[in-house]
């Protein structure tokens, strides 16, 4: 029986808390559904989709519908299915949206929406203190989740920065001879990041969960 949460019990989210994965988890994804705006789908909906394709469950961890209602997709002990390369040690959270009636990409979140994955995906930072955030677009030239992750939720994404600073600051602590500089750390993982980008390398159609 899946968690359902909305306006009013979204603050419950916070307060009981998210199941936390048994997975290590390194980076949470935003995508959306690929379907037009207004159109409700549900998670069972998308569940239904991806087994006809023949996969186990829904690719997403957690689908976030029209009226902000969040539903728990596929369990997070277990890998998803929803960025090639990255499946392992990820969340997926989807939106329902993401077209216009052209089926064009458009940032179509309703305003429950906008209101469900700002909690959700504070949550989930809270939960995984040092994941990182991400849109489906930042990995793959695909136009999900149709908006700019890093630009729209920056003040969580601050956040994982501030950790950054606190374990710099710790490993300053630890090591306090011969401590690089911040910019020396924060560059070191770039460099890492980058690094993994380019190994990874997805192309146009490795996108298994977006149609879009
Ligand atoms: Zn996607």
Not at 36 to 60: F, L, T
Not at 93 to 115: A, S
Not at 141 to 162: G, H
Request: hydrophobic share 30%.
């Amino acid at each position: 029986m899946p968690v359902k949460l909305n306006q009013n019990n979204m603050a419950n989210i916070i307060l009981n808390g998210l199941t936390k994965s048994k997975r290590p988890i390194d980076r949470i994804f935003l995508h959306c559904s690929a379907t037009p705006e207004d159109r409700d789908v549900s998670g069972d909906d998308i569940r239904q989709w991806h087994k006809n394709k023949g996969w186990r469950d829904i690719g997403y961890h957690y689908v976030v519908r029209l009226d902000g209602t969040v539903e728990e997709g596929r369990s997070v002990n277990l890998d998803g299915a929803h960025a090639r390369g990255y499946n392992q040690g990820s969340i997926a959270v989807c939106y329902i949206g993401g077209l216009n009636k052209d089926f064009d990409p458009k940032d179509t979140r309703t305003e429950p929406q906008l209101y469900a994955l700002y909690n959700l995906l504070l949550g989930l930072t809270e939960i995984y203190p040092k994941a990182t955030l991400h849109g489906h677009n930042e990995f793959s030239s695909k136009a999900c989740p149709s908006f700019n992750v890093q630009e729209q939720y920056s003040s969580l994404i601050n956040k994982t920065t501030q950790i950054m600073i606190d374990d710099f600051q710790t490993d300053v602590q630890d090591h306090e001879e011969g401590a690089d500089s911040f910019a020396d750390f924060v560059n070191d993982l770039t460099e890492d990041k980058a690094n993994e980008n380019a190994v990874c390398g997805i192309d146009d159609d490795d996108c298994e969960a977006c149609g879009a």
